[in-house]
């Protein structure tokens, strides 16, 4: 799904203003993050200036797992848009990951607009799709219409990314898988649509290159798959048998989902019910605007074999 911004009613699909061979210094925040690392490789990979925005570039971590290329600058976050133009001297377009700037995403994008920044891709979440429902609305949902809300009032052009379920979310079962063949957890027949992060970030590529100005891309996998069935795709990818046993939902403890804050397990938990035996959202967006097919989940597997071979 790639649609003009549903707040100002219908609009025809939104068009690049600009053409992707056209160098310029794009911002990441998020930098070491799934999405950020890999929308920072494919545009190094195309000799596109990048500055990767990180709490502390002087680790050596940081640095190795950064193109070579990029421009590794320290992240600052105020509530004084002053103290944050330096980082974004030079650059023209902004990819920003709602995690970094927490409580200071107005002030943030204040600081990129004075500094010449003119176009923002936000990562967002598909929860904003939802109906708002003031007596159930989670917090994944309020928090990223607020983020869209500070970005729609920045004065910036901007392009949503309204991305499902991660595939890098079934990370969580890389430690059961390390210690045995069974994976443990609830609800088998859960089915979801996970979509690959390199996909995302390809997406993304595309909007700041070519300024996909007030459009939204709602993204997913190509796929409906479940559990059991991500379970058997990590299996082929390490060349080992795999068995997810479920178990009820109350037997579940935070350990199975480390990934997880564990006071938000329960309702990660509780949300994942109604996914049994469901149709999920899939849309062709990843598709549509990068011309290629999105990854499959197997592919996806195939990606990350490594994370969940036995470690030494």
């Known amino acids: 799904m790639h ?83 330096a980082q974004f001297d030079g650059a023209d377009a902004l990819f920003l990951h709602a995690s970094v700037t927490g409580d200071h995403t107005a002030a943030f994008l204040a600081a990129a607009r004075t500094a010449g920044v003119q176009h923002v891709t936000v990562l967002s979440s598909i929860a904003v799709e939802d109906a708002p429902d003031p007596e159930h609305e989670s917090f994944i949902h309020t928090w990223h219409r607020a983020l869209e809300q500070d970005v729609r009032d920045s004065g910036l052009d901007w392009t949503f990314l309204r991305p499902g379920v991660f595939a890098t979310n079934t990370l969580q079962w890389a430690r059961q898988i390390h210690a045995g063949d069974t994976v443990r957890g609830p609800y088998a027949r859960g089915v979801l649509s996970p979509i690959h992060e390199a996909d995302i970030a390809a997406v993304a590529r595309h909007s700041l290159l070519e300024r996909h100005t007030r459009a939204t891309h709602v993204l997913t996998g190509p796929e409906a798959i479940t559990t059991e069935e991500q379970i058997a795709a990590i299996a082929r990818a390490i060349g080992r048998p795999l068995t997810y046993t479920e178990i009820p939902p109350q037997d579940v403890v935070p350990d199975m989902f480390p990934l997880i804050p564990a006071d938000l397990v329960p309702g990660f938990v509780a949300s994942l019910a109604a996914t049994v035996d469901t149709a999920p959202p899939l849309t062709t967006t990843v598709q549509t605007v990068t011309g290629r097919p999105a990854r499959t989940y197997a592919q996806w597997a195939q990606d990350h074999a490594d994370d969940f071979r036995t470690k030494n």
């Not at 707040?7 to 911002?27: C, L, Q, S």
């Open 3 to 85: 649609t003009a911004d549903r707040a100002d009613g219908p609009h025809p699909t939104a068009r690049p203003t600009r053409t992707p061979e056209e160098p310029t210094m794009i911002v990441v925040s998020g930098a070491t993050g799934n999405v950020g690392s890999a929308l920072i490789g494919q545009l190094t990979a195309t000799d596109t200036p990048v500055r990767a925005l990180v709490r502390d570039p002087d680790r050596d971590p940081v640095r190795a797992h950064l193109p070579a290329a990029t421009d590794v600058t320290r992240l600052t976050v105020s509530a004084e848009p002053a103290d944050m133009t």
